[in-house]
């Protein structure tokens, strides 16, 4: 182990041993009272490495670390030491952002961007419901969903081949009307029974050939 001279952490002058190496456990970081104001260690149990920081108060308010089944992860915390913010990497090293709203009124976001390429929006209310989701599929296509106060998808949005087209479900979740306007067709506007059936549809029939001419 090689030794050369620089400071010695107190904050003096005077010079100190540099080592190449350190091996610990934990190290604490303290201010200029003695304050702990961020530990680097390693949990007791599963050995998963994590880096906490404080703010002047003592609170933990920055987490970064690496879970026990080798995801990483970020999360800023508010006062009160709940998570705010939550960064990580899910399976397969999909990147995923979570933001959470204050614990009174707990709404969360959640962006994500999937193996195959897609990209997710979410957003819940308090109780951990989904009202909107959107994304953009591998193919480009972008999609939105409108849900209930359960959770359950009412309106959705699409546009396959470019083709705008809504559908609208019932309280049972079935298809009971779609709207759509494609290039070949022209917009359309079908009504659908609860057994799937078309029930009505704009789309004009096809126009009767005239007697045929003697």
């Not at 350190?22 to 994590?50: H, K, M």
């Not at 087209?165 to 079935?174: F, I, P, T, V």
Request: proline residues 9%; charged residues 20%; hydrophobic residues 40%.
């Amino acid at each position: 182990m090689t030794q050369t001279s620089g400071g010695n952490g107190h904050g003096d002058a005077s010079p100190g041993p540099i080592l190449d190496t350190v091996r610990a456990r934990r190290f604490e970081l303290v201010d200029a009272r003695d304050e702990v104001r961020a530990v680097l260690g390693t949990q007791a149990d599963s050995g998963a490495p994590g880096f906490l920081v404080s703010d002047s108060a003592g609170r933990p308010r920055i987490a970064i670390h690496v879970s026990p089944d080798d995801s990483p992860a970020i999360d800023l915390l508010d006062a009160t030491g709940t998570p705010r913010v939550h960064v990580a990497l899910g399976e397969g090293g999909a990147p995923a952002l979570t933001l959470f709203g204050q614990v009174e009124a707990p709404a969360q976001a959640l962006l994500t961007v999937t193996g195959d390429g897609a990209a997710h929006l979410r957003l819940a209310q308090a109780d951990g419901h989904t009202r909107l989701f959107c994304s953009i599929q591998p193919d480009g296509t972008p999609y939105l969903s409108l849900m209930d106060a359960e959770g359950h998808p009412k309106l959705s949005c699409a546009l396959p081949g470019g083709n705008p087209a809504l559908l609208m479900l019932d309280a049972a979740g079935r298809p009971r009307a779609v709207m759509s306007v494609t290039g070949e067709d022209g917009p359309q506007f079908a009504v659908l029974a609860e057994d799937g059936r078309l029930v009505w549809t704009s789309a004009a029939p096809p126009a009767r050939r005239g007697p045929a001419e003697s």
